[in-house]
């Protein structure tokens, strides 16, 4: 590609997925954070949880990853569980680091923020087929503050952000908005 991946449109973005070789019924995305203990493993729960709402758990396949291998193996943060609990958004899931074979097998690596996004894209090696971008570019175009030292208002937070650039995303991907199967926007 000539432009950024994060340069490009999320129209665009259905486009090129259209075009893109393998299973073209199923979208595989990868969201990542640093650790994969707090952001991202709440980004894979809320998006496959959406998807799953809008009848979508078929053709969207959700898993995260951390650019550092800080917490490999360990499950997500308390707080994250807790977040997800409240919001009765199942999770499950182990820390686990970026792996070349990402940009591969992923249609979509999706980064919590801009210091994520940077890691990715120097690690995006040649040949690699996955568009990299910031999350919220599905949205409102913020980052995902990381919310690791806070307390529950930065989980809240961003849990709140994590379903705003879902129904985002597949809405821009994916095609399908919530209305399509008797939901408002924005609730899953």
Known sequence: MSASDSDIPAAALAR??????????????????LGNICRSPLAEAVLKHAAAQ????????VDSAG?????TGEEPDVRTVQVCKENKIPIDHLARAVKPRDFLE????LAADRQNLSNLTRMKPKGATAIVKLFGE?????????????????????YEQCL???????????????KAHGKKAGQL
């Open 16 to 33: 090129e997925h259209a075009s893109m070789p393998g299973d073209e019924s199923k979208v595989k995305v990868l969201v990542v954070c």
């Open 54 to 61: 809008r009848g979508l758990g078929d053709r969207v396949e």
């Open 67 to 71: 650019t550092a291998a800080y917490h």
């Open 106 to 109: 992923f249609n979509y690596i």
């Open 138 to 158: 599905y949205g409102d175009g913020k980052v995902i503050d990381d919310p690791y030292y806070g307390g529950m208002h930065g989980f809240q937070k961003a």
């Open 164 to 178: 705003s650039y879902s129904n985002g995303f597949l809405d821009a991907v994916v095609g399908e908005t919530p």
